[in-house]
């Protein structure tokens, strides 16, 4: 499937919170944002992997030998952006996603099912995902912030894209 | 020209500078971290379009109305992700580079030069690059971290991209 199929420009009939979700199920990376943790004050931006949850809210399966995750353990605070330009002609004509908030170990009976959902979406972690050293991580949405072309943007709360599940 | 082209993997032979340097050369777009002005100790990732100056520093042309330009205002700090995975069967073997820094408005004698290289690069920017509340920043690099696939990783001088430069 072409790139530009992949990512069509959003129909005028689509509402900001379903280009979102869109971009949330359908974008298999992000880049992930987080505070770095031996600069203070300086961010670190960095790739990831994302998978949808039941309720859409991104997952993320991350080496505990990652930057990301050591800044991550030291402060929750993070961004992720998903990025549906791709096969758009001009890039900033393109939506693309930024989502604030934090992220959180997945825990005790909550892993079985992040594992499910992240390797039904990238089944090649079923590789790695068990190893000592990765853990799931879940993002919760506090705020976010959709541009989906030149003069289409929009902040979002998390219940538009999250429903009953909130953030 | 196909993805997997236009991102292949690192020759064997291939330096980790010199896939660094690959990466900012090739990579038109690019994720900024910056420091949400509005909430205190988050992160704001937003997607940017990227051009290197004659010394391969990134150059960025914001809108004074986007949220990343106030943040960067507010604070220099930010980060760059530049993602040459794109077209990798596997994302994750890829090579991406994190730079950590602060940007800097480019003004006076510096403006023509940097518009220049951002237009040769971004040829359809010249329709706006002229606006008034559009700016062209340079990034300025004080670590940079290169991933380029499973256990390929190093942390890189600005020296090592960026000769003379500097940063």
């Not at 959003?10 to 992000?30: M, Q, V």
């Not at 944002?33 to 309720?55: C, E, H, K, Q, W």
């Not at 800044?71 to 952006?81: G, Q, T």
């Not at 705020?143 to 289409?152: D, M, P, Q, T």
Request: proline letters at 5%; aromatic letters at 8%; glycine letters at 8%.
């Amino acid at each position: 499937m072409a790139a530009a199929e992949v990512n069509p420009a959003p129909a005028a009939s689509e509402t900001a919170g379903e280009t979102a979700r869109r971009l949330i199920l359908t974008c298999g990376k992000a880049t992930l944002a987080t505070l770095d943790r031996n600069r203070a004050g300086m961010p670190y931006a960095s790739l990831v992997l994302i998978a949808p949850d039941a309720a859409g809210r991104p997952l993320l399966l991350l080496s505990g030998l990652a930057e990301h995750t050591a800044n991550l353990l030291a402060d929750p605070c993070a961004s992720l952006l998903l990025d549906g330009t791709e096969g758009f002609a001009e890039t900033l004509t393109g939506p693309r996603l930024t989502l604030s908030g934090t992220a959180q170990l997945v825990e005790g009976a909550d892993k079985a099912a992040a594992s499910d959902a992240y390797i039904a979406r990238h089944p090649s972690s079923s590789f790695y995902a068990g190893f000592k050293d990765f853990a799931f991580w879940r993002f919760s949405t506090e705020a976010a912030h959709l541009v989906a072309g030149f003069g289409r943007i929009d902040w979002l709360e998390p219940q538009a894209l999250f429903g009953d599940a909130g953030r």
